[in-house]
């Protein structure tokens, strides 16, 4: 399996404009987490999917983050209008409900936001 | 909600010593696991392990869940374990994790 899989890697963009962010679940998994990773609040939750469904978003920052979830392989998250605060990494993890309850997270995406 | 705490915060160990990292949490949990971010940011996972022990060559963990720690062992640590390890649960049935502020070694050859 190839795992979770975030693009981009990396991203570097002006405040103001938009950012969308985007992962593929590991096959066969129906839960979909985002994470962010700042040097002051650590490693947290923003939102999280069952089954293409947004089940709690109380971590989402500001009306300025969405994501979306299409279909069972692919979700996005989007920062619009992006500020320098944002800079972050954004992590997507996934899991099954069918077995135990182990995430499995992607590599990251960097955002730099100037 | 759960609260997960990690000792300590930072550890430096010559290259061969072995170390032992702490995680409390504060609820009762259905997923605890450990990470290994190494210096790409990549996030690791080591072990689940909401109770019990597991051992994976230097490497091994115990959750103890009814005293709510969980400890990871590492022995004859290498330059290669530098990082930060994060200790991570939940205490509800979304799996939401809750991720402690990680202990960063840093390994001396």
């Known amino acids: 399996d190839a795992g979770v899989i975030q693009s981009p890697r990396h991203e570097v963009t002006e405040m103001g404009q938009e950012v969308t962010l985007r992962c593929k679940p590991i096959?066969?998994?129906?839960?979909l987490f985002w994470y962010r990773q700042t040097m002051m609040r650590g490693l947290e939750l923003l939102i999280y999917f069952n089954n293409n469904v947004p089940i709690d978003d109380s971590g989402m920052p500001e009306d300025r983050f969405s994501a979306k979830m299409p279909n069972a392989s692919f979700s996005t998250l989007k920062i619009q209008p992006s500020e320098p605060r944002d800079s972050a990494v954004y992590f997507c993890a996934s899991r099954s409900g069918l077995t135990n309850n182990e995430q499995f997270f992607g590599p990251g995406t960097r955002l730099t936001v100037l | 909600g759960i609260q997960v705490e990690q000792s300590p915060p930072d550890l430096i160990l010559q290259e061969g010593a072995n170390s032992t990292l702490r995680c409390n949490f504060s609820d009762s949990v259905n997923n605890l696991q450990w990470f290994h971010q190494n210096p790409w940011g990549q996030l690791i996972n080591l072990f689940y392990?909401?109770?019990g022990t597991k051992q994976n060559g230097r490497l091994s963990a115990t959750t103890v869940a009814t005293e709510r720690y969980s400890l990871l062992y590492i022995s004859s640590s290498q330059t290669t374990d530098s990082g930060v390890y994060f200790c991570?649960?939940?205490?509800?049935?979304?799996?939401?994790?809750?991720f402690g502020q990680g202990t960063t070694l840093q390994v001396k050859p």
């Open positions: 096959s066969g998994h129906d839960y």
């Open positions: 991570a649960a939940s205490s509800s049935n979304t799996g939401k994790l809750i």
């Open positions: 392990i909401p109770s």
